[in-house]
């Protein structure tokens, strides 16, 4: 019987849980974490603000977005993953936040009333999302009128050259870390596919456009190894 897309993650990052952290830094030579802050140095946080952070894993970002909000705020993390989200609330646990609360859930139907939130987070989730319209659209509508949607994920440099040796690394060589270092080279080779298949800078920038985003702008690192798009709610008129 052939797995469905969604079937498929969920039984990646369930079995690649215990090793999702260590393998995260070194595939991307520990650039995710400077990534993440730089995202987060552009979002300006307002201390007091509710957040979701969609995609949650392992809940780096979660708790990152915890920090920022304070003890005034509130941060969701959700995460259809059980054994990512029980590494995550081991760290939750030993962090001094109390403003966390980590859900199992599903991106395709989150389970929030309409405008629900100030800022909404997706990293390096929706590349592996059935439907990226789906969730887009989701995240739109739990976010406040004027509320921030920021996307953190993989993306396609546009550097001559560059661009071979990106593909060739995911292609070829993350997967073999992931044998060598994981025990999971299926798995491994799973997130080089979901890698190439999603949306160019451009491209992803239209679609948030199209789910009826407002000031859509996007930031590349690293020669756009990964990019961060930045979209707002409408606000009410």
Known sequence: MIETKEEKVHNVFEKISPSYDRMNSLISFHLHAKWRQTTMDFMRVKAGSSA????????????????????????????????????????????????????????MELPFADNSFDYVTIGFGLRNVPDYMTVLREMYRVLKPGGLLTCLDTSTPTIPGYNQLFFFYFRHMMPLMGKLFAKSYEEYAWLEESTRSFPGMKKLADMFQDAGFDHVRYVPHSGGASATHFGYKKKEQ
């Open 52 to 107: 979701l952070d969609v995609c949650c894993g392992t809940a780096d970002w979660t708790l990152a977005m915890a920090e920022a909000v304070g003890v005034e705020g509130s941060v969701i993390g959700l995460d259809f993953s059980e054994n990512m989200l029980a590494v995550g609330q081991e760290k939750v646990v030993a962090s001094p936040h109390s403003n966390i609360t980590l859900m199992h859930g599903n991106a």
